[in-house]
Nanobody
Framework: QVQVVESGGGLVQPGGSLRLSCTAS????????MGWYRQAPGKQRELVAG???????NYADSVKGRFIISHDNAQNTVHLQMSSLKPEDTSVYYC??????????????WGQGTQVTVSS
């Protein structure tokens, strides 16, 4: 069984910073990539940033230059350092792991989400 767990959300003032973390655990054979998505009320879930096991990254245009994604392959962990936060960054942030598990054929595993609120 595979679990994906996020942490690090919270309330921050505009211009502030937050660091999200996500760890995949369980019977994992290989992780291909991990990423962060977000979904605000009434909106579709959107990609924020992703990183492959080899370290290739991609970002949504709206967060380029403000967010940095990094990973610790040994710990099956990905981090999202968010700086210069804006009210429009307010969302539930979800972690997605694309991996090969020891059991079953699923590839995509979602975390439960963590709330990020940017407000004064």
């Amino acid at each position: 069984q595979v679990q994906v767990v996020e942490s690090g959300g919270g309330l921050v003032q505009p211009g502030g910073s937050l660091r999200l973390s996500c760890t995949a655990s369980g019977s994992i054979i290989r992780i291909y990539s991990m990423g962060w998505y977000r979904q605000a009320p009434g909106k579709q879930r959107e990609l924020v940033a992703g990183i492959t096991s080899g370290g290739t990254t991609n970002y949504a245009d709206s967060v380029k230059g403000r967010f940095i994604i990094s990973h610790d392959n040994a710990q099956n962990t990905v981090h999202l350092q968010m700086s210069s936060l804006k009210p429009e960054d307010t969302s539930v942030y979800y972690c997605l792991a694309d991996l090969r598990a020891a059991l079953g054929s699923m590839r995509l595993y979602w975390g439960q989400g963590t709330q990020v609120t940017v407000s004064s």
